[in-house]
C-alpha cells in the first residue's frame, strides 16, 4: 500500500471544510513567470510555495507530490485573510478581551526576561557550573531499590521472603507502600547527599546485588533496601547542563524578585489555607 504525505496540523485549515483543501480546477489562464496563482488579483509567487515545501521539509519527488496540495492551503489561508479583514474582527468583543489577555501574558514574559537576563548569562552559568563540578566531582553513586512498608514486622518479613528466594522486584511491587512500586522499588542512581542519612547509611554499606539484612527505619517508615550497582558519578559538560542551569538561575532569580516585591508591598491574606496535600512516600531529600 502507498503513502501520501499529509499537511501536518499546523498547516491545516482552521476555519472552512478540509474539503477546500482540494478545490476544484479553475479555468486555465496564461502562466506568468515566478506566479503559482492568482486570488482576487494579489499574486502567489511559485517562491513562496517552495518556502512552504522546505519548512515542512520536503524535498524531490515527495515536494512535488505535495506542491499543488501547499498551494490550495496558500490559497485557503489567504482567502481567510480576506474575509477577516472584511468582517472587521478588530472591533470584535470577544478579538479585544482575547487580545488583552495575550497582551498582559506577552508584557508579564518581557518583564521577567528583562529582570532576570543579567542573572543568567552565561559568566553566571560557567560560574553555577564550576560549583556542580565541585559538589559532583569524584562522588560514589548507587542505583539502589527499596521495599517501604508502614511496621518493622512487615520489613521483618519481606526479608525472609526474600533469604527463602522470593524476587525483590515481584515483591516491591507486591508490597511497597511508595510510589517506586511500579518500577519495582528502583530509585535509580543517587549519591549520599541526595537521601535521608538513615536510608544513604545502610544503602552505601551494602555491596552491589546484596539487600539489608536488617529492617531500616526513616521517617517515611520501614524499609528494605537493595544495591543494584555501584559506579563514580560521571560529570556532565558544560553543554550538557548549560540550559537547566540557565532555567534554575532564572526560576531562583523570579524567586528572589517575588520575595522582594513582597517585603515591600502590603499583603494582607483574609483566608486561611488548609496547607499542601502530603506528598507521597519518597526516600529522595527536597
Same mark, same amino acid.
Given at each position: 500500500m502507498s503513502?501520501r504525505? /499529509? ?5 491545516s485549515?482552521t476555519?472552512?471544510s478540509? =474539503? ?16 503559482a496563482?492568482?486570488v482576487?488579483?494579489d499574486?502567489?509567487l ?15 519527488s515527495?515536494?512535488e507530490?505535495?506542491?499543488g496540495e501547499? &498551494?490550495?492551503q $496558500?490559497?485557503n489561508?489567504?482567502?481567510i485573510?480576506e =474575509?477577516?479583514?472584511?468582517?472587521? $474582527?478588530?472591533?470584535?468583543? +470577544?478579538y ?5 489577555v495575550? %497582551?498582559?501574558? &506577552?508584557?508579564?514574559?518581557v ?11 552565561d559568566?553566571?552559568v560557567?560560574?553555577?557550573y564550576?560549583?556542580?563540578i ?12 527499596? $521495599? ?10 519481606v ?9 525483590f ?13 511500579? /518500577?519495582?522499588?528502583d530509585l ?6 541526595e537521601?535521608?542519612p538513615?536510608?544513604s547509611?545502610e544503602?552505601f554499606a &551494602?555491596?552491589?546485588?546484596?539487600y539489608?539484612?536488617?529492617?531500616v ?9 537493595k544495591v543494584?550497582d555501584k559506579r563514580?558519578r560521571?560529570?556532565?559538560k558544560?553543554?550538557?547542563v548549560? +540550559? ?19 517585603k515591600?508591598?502590603?499583603? %494582607?491574606?483574609?483566608?486561611?489555607d488548609a496547607?499542601a ?8 531529600k527536597?
Amino acid at each position: 500500500m502507498s503513502t501520501r504525505f /499529509r499537511l501536518p496540523a499546523a498547516l491545516s485549515v482552521t476555519l472552512v471544510s478540509a =474539503a477546500l483543501l482540494f478545490a476544484a480546477p479553475q479555468p486555465a489562464f496564461a502562466q506568468e513567470d515566478g506566479v503559482a496563482a492568482v486570488v482576487n488579483g494579489d499574486k502567489i509567487l511559485t517562491k513562496d510555495v517552495d518556502k512552504a515545501l522546505g519548512i515542512l521539509g520536503l524535498k524531490g519527488s515527495d515536494a512535488e507530490q505535495m506542491k499543488g496540495e501547499v &498551494l490550495n492551503q $496558500i490559497i485557503n489561508e489567504k482567502l481567510i485573510e480576506e =474575509a477577516i479583514l472584511k468582517a472587521n $474582527i478588530e472591533q470584535n468583543a +470577544e478579538y479585544i478581551k482575547r487580545l488583552d489577555v495575550l %497582551k498582559l501574558q &506577552l508584557m508579564r514574559q518581557v518583564f521577567l526576561e528583562e529582570q532576570i537576563k543579567d542573572q543568567i548569562s552565561d559568566k553566571h552559568v560557567k560560574a553555577e557550573y564550576e560549583k556542580f563540578i565541585k559538589q559532583n566531582k569524584g562522588k560514589t553513586e548507587i542505583r539502589a531499590r527499596h $521495599i517501604l512498608v508502614p511496621s518493622e514486622q512487615e520489613a521483618v518479613q519481606v526479608i525472609k521472603e526474600l533469604d527463602g528466594g522470593a524476587d525483590f522486584v515481584e515483591l516491591a511491587k507486591k508490597r511497597s507502600s511508595d510510589t517506586s512500586a511500579v /518500577r519495582g522499588g528502583d530509585l535509580g542512581y543517587f549519591i549520599s547527599e541526595e537521601m535521608v542519612p538513615e536510608f544513604s547509611k545502610e544503602a552505601f554499606a &551494602l555491596k552491589a546485588g546484596s539487600y539489608s539484612k536488617k529492617p531500616v527505619k526513616t521517617q517515611f517508615g520501614w524499609h528494605v533496601v537493595k544495591v543494584e550497582d555501584k559506579r563514580e558519578r560521571a560529570v556532565p559538560k558544560l553543554e550538557q547542563v548549560a +540550559e537547566p542551569i540557565r532555567q534554575k538561575l532564572g526560576n531562583d532569580a523570579v524567586r528572589k524578585m517575588v520575595e522582594d516585591l513582597r517585603k515591600k508591598a502590603d499583603v %494582607k491574606i483574609l483566608t486561611s489555607d488548609a496547607g499542601a496535600k502530603k506528598d507521597d512516600k519518597a526516600t529522595k531529600k527536597n
